[in-house]
């Protein structure tokens, strides 16, 4: 597919990730842009990932300028999603290796101690993404 005008996300509404992120302090603000984290992801290069054209990650301010969405939406969702539940994938990259050095949240945490060494996110999707053309 070379252009996808939309995406196929699932209607399940009883999972317990599901029922907690939208239960929580600004569940539907979480939600409305996980949605938008998936439309964006859905055309970048790869598919799903979220990639800007220069090959740097999206982040929060991205994310709200090419959504229109407020800022503290997609930091709340980031944050919620990354701590809260298995929806998100991170991989590290560090400056000038390719391709991305996979890494587990717990070794993240650590990373973080660390000094000196400057890293960047690139969040993909673990939740799939079916797409019907």
């Not at 800007?52 to 800022?71: E, N, Q, V, W």
């Not at 969702?77 to 391709?99: H, R, V």
Request: hydrophobic content about 35%.
């Amino acid at each position: 597919m070379e252009k996808l005008a939309w995406v196929a996300i699932p209607n399940r509404h009883d999972g317990e990730n599901y029922s907690a992120l939208i239960t929580s302090k600004d569940g539907a603000e979480i939600f409305a842009a996980w949605v938008l984290i998936i439309q964006v992801a859905s055309k970048c290069q790869p598919r799903g990932s979220l990639l800007r054209g220069d090959k740097t990650p999206h982040d929060s301010s991205s994310l709200s300028l090419k959504t229109r969405a407020p800022k503290s939406w997609f930091e709340k969702c980031l944050c919620y999603l990354e701590t809260k539940t298995d929806w998100l994938e991170i991989e590290d990259i560090a400056e000038g290796i390719q391709p991305p050095v996979r890494q587990v949240t717990k070794e993240r945490k650590e990373r973080k101690e660390r000094i000196g060494q400057k890293r960047m996110e690139v969040i993909t999707l673990i939740l799939e993404l079916r797409f019907i053309g």
